[in-house]
C-alpha cells in the first residue's frame, strides 16, 4: 500500500530533485505530488488528503507556517504528518513550525541520509496511528519496573522525558518538544522511547490522557467537551474517538457507569 506525500517548494530543482530521491530510494512506496507554493499546497491536502507533507518554510502566496496553521484545522485523523525544510538562517522560523505540529525539520541542502531517516520515523508513526495495541500506559510502566521490558537509561533521558509527558500533558504537546526538553535527537528519541516504554510517544500520551479523564469523569460535573479540553484534546470528537478505541466505550457510558455518588 502506497503513502500519500506532498512535496511544497518553490524552487523547482528542489521539489522534483526530493520527488526522484524518494521515488529512487522507495520504489512503489510513495505516491507523490508536487507543488510550488503553499496555498496550492493547502489546496492539495484538502483534495488529495496525503499522509505526509514536506514544505519549505518561505515559499510566495502561502508560507509554511500559514501552511501548517491550516492543517492544524483539520480533524486529527485528516492530519498529514510533516517535515518543514529550512535554511540555516531561518531556525527560528523553524522552531516556530515545531510549534505548529511539525515533526521534523531538515536544513538545506538536504542530506539524503537525514530524510530518509525522517521518513523512516514517520512511517512508523502513520502505522501505529492506525493500529494501536492494546496495552495501557499503567501496565507499560508496572512492565518496565519488573525488568520485562526494560533497557539502560544511563543519563536518565526517558526518566526525565515521562515526567515532562506527565507534566505537560494537558497541553499541545508533541515529540519534537518533549526530545527538545531532554536535549535528545528526534529521531533516536523516537527509537529510544518506544524501546524504554514498548509504546511509541503517540500512544503513550493518548494513554495518559484517556487515563486522567477516567478520573475527571468519576467525578460529578464537568462537559464532556470540557474534560476533553481539559486533559489535551483539541476537540470532543477526537476524544471520543480514542476514548472509544481505548475503552471500548464512550466517555458517557463510562460516567454513567463508574461516576462517584451515583
Known amino acids: 500500500m502506497t503513502t500519500k506525500l506532498l512535496i511544497a517548494d518553490d524552487e523547482k530543482n528542489i521539489r522534483m530533485g526530493l520527488q526522484a530521491m524518494i521515488e ?43 501552511l501548517m496553521q491550516h492543517i492544524r484545522e483539520l480533524e486529527p485523523e485528516r492530519r498529514p504528518l510533516v517535515i518543514i525544510l529550512s535554511g540555516y538562517d531561518e531556525f527560528q522560523y523553524a522552531r516556530e513550525a515545531i ?19 525522517a521518513l523512516a520515523v514517520l512511517n512508523e508513526e502513520l502505522k501505529q496511528r492506525n493500529h494501536l495495541i492494546d496495552d495501557s500506559v499503567v501496565s507499560v510502566e508496572k512492565d518496565r519496573l519488573a525488568g520485562a521490558s526494560v533497557i539502560a537509561d544511563r543519563n536518565g533521558s526517558m526518566t526525565r522525558a515521562i515526567q515532562y509527558i506527565h507534566a505537560h500533558y494537558s497541553e499541545d504537546l508533541n515529540m519534537a518538544v518533549v ?43 464537568g462537559k464532556i467537551y470540557e474534560i ?5 484534546f483539541d476537540n470532543a470528537k477526537h476524544f471520543n474517538k480514542v476514548f472509544r478505541e ?17
Open 99 to 117: 510549534r505548529c505540529g511539525a515533526r521534523e525539520y531538515l536544513l538545506k541542502p538536504i542530506v539524503r541520509e537525514e530524510l530518509f531517516g
Open 246 to 262: 481505548l475503552e471500548g466505550i464512550t466517555p458517557q457510558q463510562f460516567r454513567v457507569q463508574n461516576q462517584k455518588g451515583n
Open 228 to 232: 476533553a479540553a481539559n486533559v489535551g
Open 24 to 66: 529512487r530510494e522507495f520504489s512503489g512506496l510513495y505516491e507523490c505530488v508536487v507543488v510550488k507554493d503553499g496555498r496550492e499546497a493547502w489546496q492539495h491536502v484538502k483534495q488529495f488528503l496525503p499522509e505526509l507533507v514536506i514544505t519549505d518554510i518561505r515559499m510566495p502566496v502561502m508560507d509554511g507556517i500559514m
Open 179 to 221: 526530545s527538545n526538553s531532554v536535549s535528545l535527537n528526534y529521531t533516536y528519541f523516537s527509537q529510544a522511547f518506544k524501546a524504554y516504554t514498548g509504546l511509541s510517544f503517540v500512544q503513550y500520551v493518548k494513554r495518559l490522557r484517556i487515563a486522567e479523564a477516567k478520573k475527571l469523569l468519576e467525578c460529578q460535573g
